[in-house]
Antibody, heavy 117, light 108 residues
Framework: QVHLMQSGAEVKRPGASVKVSCKTSGYTFTDHYIHWVRQAPGQGLEWLGWINSNTGDTEYAQRFRGRVTMTRDTSVSTAYLHLSTLRSDDTAFYFC??????????WGQGSLVIVSS | EIVLTQSPGTLSLSPGERATLSCRASQNLSSSYLVWYQQKPGQAPRLLIYGASNRATGTPDRFSGSGSGTDFILTISRLEPEDFVVYYCQQCGGSPYTFGQGTRLEIK
């Protein structure tokens, strides 16, 4: 069955960077885009961008351009989110989600990133 | 950017009652691109409805979606205890992929 397994929680200092992984299984990795979304504690959902798992092409939400990089490694069916110059308001759960025909049908369990001095 | 506005923010109902959740888009949106998710505490969102009215695999038939243009509705015909969580609408037509702010369903 389809499964997206994300890396564990991270605690970072302001100004640092974080890399979150999303290891997929149960389907052909290169057949589906992966989106990244975040959710601050008690808040709503915010889209960060997508990566074409086949070509590596990306598109980022405007407010994150310059700070976010999405990559993938097809050999291990894994997508990565790298966010730099972290601020306290980047504290959130970060989710990966599989894109299927204009909906996101499978999600990772979420990775908590805490930014604190 | 398409802004999605959900109402009400919180809906207080009793098990067995009917729930009607609204999602209004700031501009016309193809119904193909309107999606509903359910999120339980401590979990990732779960796909409920895609294409405005199509139930995803595993979605109980008490959930239904409707609407077109700028106005979309999620209806839960008879509330079960496990339905009292948060619901988000989303537009998947193109970037930026925006979400509504969510409707919290609480037990009255």
């Amino acid at each position: 069955q389809v499964h997206l397994m994300q890396s564990g929680a991270e605690v970072k200092r302001p100004g640092a960077s974080v890399k979150v992984s999303c290891k997929t299984s149960g389907y052909t990795f290169t057949d589906h885009y992966i989106h990244w979304v975040r959710q601050a504690p008690g808040q709503g959902l915010e889209w960060l961008g997508w990566i074409n798992s086949n070509t590596g092409d990306t598109e980022y939400a405007q407010r994150f351009r310059g700070r976010v990089t999405m990559t993938r490694d097809t050999s291990v069916s894994t997508a990565y989110l790298h966010l730099s110059t972290l601020r306290s308001d980047d504290t959130a759960f970060y989710f990966c989600a599989r894109d299927k025909d204009f909906s996101w049908d499978y999600w990772g369990q979420g990775s908590l990133v805490i930014v604190s001095s | 950017e398409i802004v999605l506005t959900q109402s009400p923010g919180t809906l207080s109902l009793s098990p067995g009652e009917r729930a009607t959740l609204s999602c209004r888009a700031s501009q016309n949106l193809s119904s193909s691109y309107l999606v509903w998710y359910q999120q339980k505490p401590g979990q990732a969102p779960r796909l409920l409805i895609y294409g405005a009215s199509n139930r995803a695999t595993g979605t109980p038939d008490r959930f239904s979606g409707s609407g077109s243009g700028t106005d979309f509705i999620l209806t839960i015909s008879r509330l079960e205890p496990e339905d009292f969580v948060v619901y988000y609408c989303q537009q998947c037509g193109g970037s930026p992929y925006t979400f509504g702010q969510g409707t919290r369903l609480e037990i009255k």
